[in-house]
């Protein structure tokens, strides 16, 4: 086990008690990467004891320079100024998406410090088909920096090999299928480290394209959607295909479901490495070295799972998302709901002190609703479509309590039963008083940001 730091390193920005920040740059990312190699030590109490220290220095600024949580924080009793205790931070009541997105730059914060460097807009890529657009600093940016070099040496990554990435390209439409090539990894890695190429294949190329790209990029490691590395798999176990360079796939964006783990295990030999983030936000979570779990970024983010009640979930029960960005001085977000869901883990066996999730299970809008309200995760045994009929693609989209319709885009046209077997298949998962039909497209869209949900309700409570 590494040693840790038992006294807080002083910061050099304002409003930052810890980690203590060092100047932007290379440099200052492995000061701050050292930080965090002595932080993920510490025991989980005084984990907790710095992330509520540092979460009283952002609502002290938040209630001096935003109105809105000036009214809020007041209304809530919340002591200006003081350290807040985990049991008065539950009173803040919680911000939607739709109070990001009627209030917009209401919330931003004027001013905020000059020490967190320059503020910019980022927008999400609402997949939940609700986008939303917020103001970071050169501060947050560079701590999204240190976090992916802490992934990469987390995992072992030989930062002297090849990586690759098949992804959305930003600024390209969706026709775009150009191939892009680098001399390094990109920053963060080029800033702090030298490495190897790197190259970058746009999502919208076809899959028989990908995997011949693959095979004449020979990359060691690879970043890719879920949803993408299924259908590689898919293409893969068909064919015969593996790709012996290939070390490591990492996965962002969408959920990894441990089905997915197990057939890149059986049929690529490989493991996945996901990680858990927003776009608005910054990183939530990494998946632990050795492990399946993910560790909270807590330095970075204080992350709640809440129940019914809004009390907080134990190990191994499930609740909603609730995030706070722990630098956010341009724009806070305080108790941010982000529709997600997860179950929260128990100590991980890896020693770290970082809080766990023990899987990340999706958004409300990915949970069925049953014909008497309830809401479960659905399970239409998806693993045997491909098993079935000529499915490229498919989603399951519910419009109501009772129908869903089962959308295909296929490598073929129907022949024979099939279309009959994949219906009576999906029937036979449905919850007894639902309905299926299905629908045929040429292709399921992806999200203005690359990604792609399999099952998506519409209802609306």
């Given amino acids: 086990m590494t040693p840790y730091l038992h006294y807080p390193v002083k910061s050099e920005v304002e409003g930052i008690a810890w980690p203590g920040l060092p100047g932007l740059g290379g440099q200052g990312l492995l000061a701050l990467l050292y930080q965090l190699q002595q932080s ?32 809020r924080l007041a209304e809530a009793a919340i002591p200006n100024g003081k350290p807040i205790r985990p049991e008065d931070w539950r009173r803040i009541p919680l911000l939607t998406r739709e109070d990001l997105q009627s209030r917009g730059e209401d919330l931003a ?28 600093t050169a501060v947050a940016q560079q701590l999204w920096g240190a976090l992916t070099l802490r992934d990469h040496l987390w995992h072992r990554r030989e930062l002297w090999q090849k990586f690759a990435a098949i992804r959305k390209i930003k600024g390209h439409d969706t026709r775009d299928r150009r191939s892009i090539r680098f001399g390094s990894w ?21 899959l028989d394209e990908q995997v011949r790209w693959l095979q004449e990029e020979k990359p060691a490691f690879l970043l890719c959607y879920p949803t993408n590395l299924q259908a590689l798999i898919d293409v893969c176990r068909d064919k015969g295909i593996r790709f012996p360079g290939l070390r490591q796939i990492r996965t962002m964006a969408e959920i990894v479901a441990p089905e997915l783990r197990a057939q890149c295990r059986e049929v690529l030999g490989l493991e996945i490495a996901d990680m858990y983030s927003a776009q608005e936000c910054g990183y939530f979570a990494l998946q632990c070295p050795g492990h399946d779990h993910y560790l909270v970024q807590a330095e970075s983010v204080l992350l709640e799972v809440l129940d019914e009640a809004g009390e907080p979930c134990r190990a191994s029960e499930t609740g909603r998302v609730v995030v706070t960005p722990l630098y956010g001085f341009a724009m806070p977000l305080l108790r941010y709901d982000i529709g997600d869901y997860a179950t929260v883990g128990g100590p991980s066996p890896c020693g770290r002190g970082l809080p766990v999730l023990e899987r990340i299970l999706g958004r409300v ?18 693993r045997t479509l491909v098993t079935l009929g000529p499915v490229r693609q498919f989603q399951f989209v519910q419009h109501d309590r009772r129908n869903i319709e089962a959308r295909f885009a296929l490598w073929r046209p129907f022949e024979g039963d099939e279309e009959q077997r994949l219906l009576a298949h999906v029937r036979a998962t449905m919850p007894e008083g639902m309905t299926v039909r299905i629908t045929l497209a040429d ?16 209802v609306r409570d």
């Fill in 365 to 382: 809008r990915n949970m069925l609703v049953l014909p008497d309200g309830q809401r479960v995760w659905p399970a239409f045994g998806t």
């Fill in 109 to 136: 914060s004027a001013p905020y410090p000059k020490g967190h460097g320059k503020a910019t807009r980022v927008s999400s890529s609402g997949s939940t088909g609700k986008p939303v657009t917020v103001l970071t």
């Fill in 40 to 71: 993920e030590w510490l025991p989980p109490a005084e984990v907790r004891r710095r992330q509520y220290l540092q979460a009283s220095h952002l609502a002290a600024h938040a209630a001096a320079t935003v109105p809105f949580y000036r009214q």
């Fill in 443 to 458: 292709e399921i869209p992806r999200s203005a940001g690359g990604k792609y949900e399999d099952f998506v309700c519409l």
């Fill in 186 to 206: 990109q920053p963060p890695v080029s800033h702090a480290f030298y490495s190897g190429p790197g190259s970058l294949l746009s999502i919208n190329t076809a």
